[in-house]
């Protein structure tokens, strides 16, 4: 129920799970509704950055070259 701004608690970590955004030139086309559980902040950002390269794959796969070029969906 938090804003990534209230619950992530580094600056580099907000930036990291908006990426696959910059990547693909969508910043600012979705919302995004998270659900993340165990392990510490980095390796919760690195699942949020994972699950939205996939979704934004789903979405339209010509993004896919992109987010696999940055390694974004491994």
Not at 43 to 59: D, E, H, K, P
Request: proline share 4%; hydrophobic share 40%.
């Amino acid at each position: 129920g938090l804003k990534a701004e209230e619950y992530l608690k580094r600056m580099q970590s907000k930036m990291v799970i908006l990426q696959p955004f910059d990547v693909t030139t969508q910043n600012g086309k979705f919302d995004v509704d998270v659900t993340v559980k165990g392990g510490g902040e980095n390796g919760q950002t690195g699942a949020i950055r994972l699950g939205i390269a996939r979704a934004l794959t789903a979405f339209d796969p010509a993004l896919r070259p992109a987010l696999k070029k940055a390694n974004y969906l491994t």
